[in-house]
């Protein structure tokens, strides 16, 4: 079992940056892939960026250029360093990891909310 805490959110000003951080404890060794997804309010849970054990990133659209993925095993955390935030990148921001291949984040936190006003 792993268990995944995000933490990092915040309200900010358009323009602003944040750093979410998200700790992962349980059977940490198991933990291939690692990701960060996003539901605004009133949409549904989309994709933002995701990282493998080995390092290799990949992120949304929406993400390319303003958001960055990073990983520090030792640690078993995984960080969304997040620039130039626009209104539209209002969400709750969940972390995931993949245990078992056969589920991909099939592991969750519980979200952490960021607030980007005009």
């Known amino acids: 079992q792993v268990q995944l805490a995000e933490s990092g959110g915040g309200l900010v000003q358009a323009g602003e940056s944040l750093r979410l951080s998200c700790a992962a404890s349980?059977?940490?060794?198991?933990?291939?892939?690692m990701g960060w997804f996003r539901q605004p309010p009133g949409k549904t849970r989309e994709f933002v960026a995701s990282i493998t054990r080995a390092g290799r990133t990949n992120y949304a659209d929406s993400a390319k250029g303003r958001f960055t993925i990073s990983r520090d095993n030792a640690k078993n955390t995984v960080y969304l360093q997040m620039n130039s935030l626009k209104p539209e990148d209002t969400a709750v921001y969940f972390c995931?990891?993949?245990?078992?291949?056969?589920?991909?984040?099939?592991?969750w936190g519980q979200g952490t909310q960021v607030t980007v006003s005009s």
């Open positions: 349980g059977s940490i060794f198991s933990i291939q892939s």
């Open positions: 995931a990891a993949t245990v078992d291949i056969a589920s991909p984040f099939g592991s």
